[in-house]
């Protein structure tokens, strides 16, 4: 049987890499695109690796017309993920214009070539940080939308607002809102990119406890949580990863030929940085040298997710504990450093 083809942009990234693996698991054949600006081929290595053949990869940009039609001439679609973005929030702030340009640019680009070859199904990587600080926790979709506290957080406003107003020309849509994904593949050959300084709290805590850093600060104790630290609601890659097939499947049952829909993609459970140490200090055995900081600045104080709407909806369930997730992370950088 012919496998439907699933383009896969940013294959080459974190949650990209761990979807592709899915992705072919399920029989599915992934086409990766991967300009290899925020990546290298660590991850490509990876999925061969763990799948035992090299998967289909076109290096180039997705805000390049010219390179994006020759990929769909080469392949017949079923459906686009969307992962190819810059996501670092504290980089967003120091280089807004590189920021709005790639994340919308690359959007808008695909979409266009997407209607050019009849192409009408799409997940986008969204991410709870469109809601900003949220009036009411756990968050539902209902939640508003606040001022995006950086560029990174308004470029997904604004990809999901382009979406709003795109898809009844013909395309059927689901934004996927990711909480804070953390952890890697089980098997320890994918995992978070090890480029430059980690920007999020678990690579930082995975890279001191091995010796990379010399300790993790904590940023800030002062907020109104009962340990004073922040709350987040950290959810597995690979439980990320699998939402995405549940996603596409569900797309792929609705009749008609328009359609946009988004769901939050969390555990529905806060965890607190202080308490993420110390469930990692507990997985791991190895203690962790830190100290309190003062609090980063455009930092929410507690968001964690009410994700009843996919488990209903989409009959996906976060199945990693943060505990497991915080192991598979620390098999991953002592992968890394071998
Ligand atoms: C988590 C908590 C920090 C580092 C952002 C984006 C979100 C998504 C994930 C892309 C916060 C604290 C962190 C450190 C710390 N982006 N922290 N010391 O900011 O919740 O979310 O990244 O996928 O869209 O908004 O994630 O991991 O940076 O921080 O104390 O060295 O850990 O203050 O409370 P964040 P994060």
């Known amino acids: 049987m012919v496998k439907k083809k699933i383009l896969v942009t940013g294959g080459a990234g974190y949650i990209g890499a761990h979807t592709v693996v899915e992705l072919s698991q399920a029989g599915f054949e992934p ?3 991967d ?18 053949s090299k998967p289909v990869f076109m290096e180039g940009n997705c805000t390049d017309r010219t390179f994006l039609r020759s990929v769909f001439e080469k392949h017949q679609f079923a459906c686009v993920m969307h992962f190819a973005a810059f996501k670092s ?3 967003s702030v120091q280089r807004p214009l590189y ?11 695909l979409l266009e070539v997407m209607k050019e070859f009849n192409v009408n199904d799409l997940i986008f990587s969204s991410s709870c940080t469109v809601y900003g600080e949220p009036d009411q926790i756990p968050v539902d979709e209902s939640a508003p939308f606040k001022r995006a506290e950086s560029p990174y957080g308004a470029t997904k406003q604004m990809c999901e607002r ?3 107003d795109a898809y009844s020309s013909g395309f059927r849509v689901i934004s996927l809102r990711y909480f804070n994904p953390i952890g890697a593949h089980p098997s320890a050959l994918l995992g978070e990119l090890p480029i430059g300084t980690p920007n999020n709290l678990v690579p930082y805590v995975t890279q001191t406890a091995i010796g990379k850093r010399e300790q993790l600060t904590v940023f800030g104790n002062d907020y109104t949580t009962p340990d004073g630290s922040c709350i987040r609601d950290f959810i597995h890659v690979v439980d ?6 549940n996603a596409m499947q569900y797309l792929d049952k609705q009749k008609g030929d328009t359609f946009y829909n988004v769901f939050n993609l969390g555990t529905g459970v806060g965890v607190s940085v202080l308490e993420l140490i110390t469930k990692f200090e507990k997985a791991t055995g190895v203690k962790l040298n830190y100290v309190i900081g003062p609090r980063r600045s455009g930092d929410v104080g507690k968001t964690y997710a009410d994700p009843t709407k996919v ?14 997730a915080l192991l598979h992370a620390w098999q991953w950088e002592q992968k890394l450093a071998q």
Request: net charge negative; hydrophobic share 40%.
């Open 31 to 33: 086409v990766i695109v």
């Open 35 to 52: 300009n290899f600006s925020k990546s290298d081929d660590t991850l490509l290595k990876g999925i061969e690796k763990i799948l035992g």
């Open 89 to 91: 929030v504290g980089e």
């Open 99 to 109: 920021y709005y340009h790639n994340n919308i640019e690359s959007l808008v680009t």
């Open 162 to 164: 382009i979406l709003e």
């Open 240 to 245: 990320l990863a699998t939402a995405h097939m």
């Open 311 to 324: 488990n209903k909806e989409l009959g996906w369930n976060a199945k990693y504990s943060v505990e497991e």
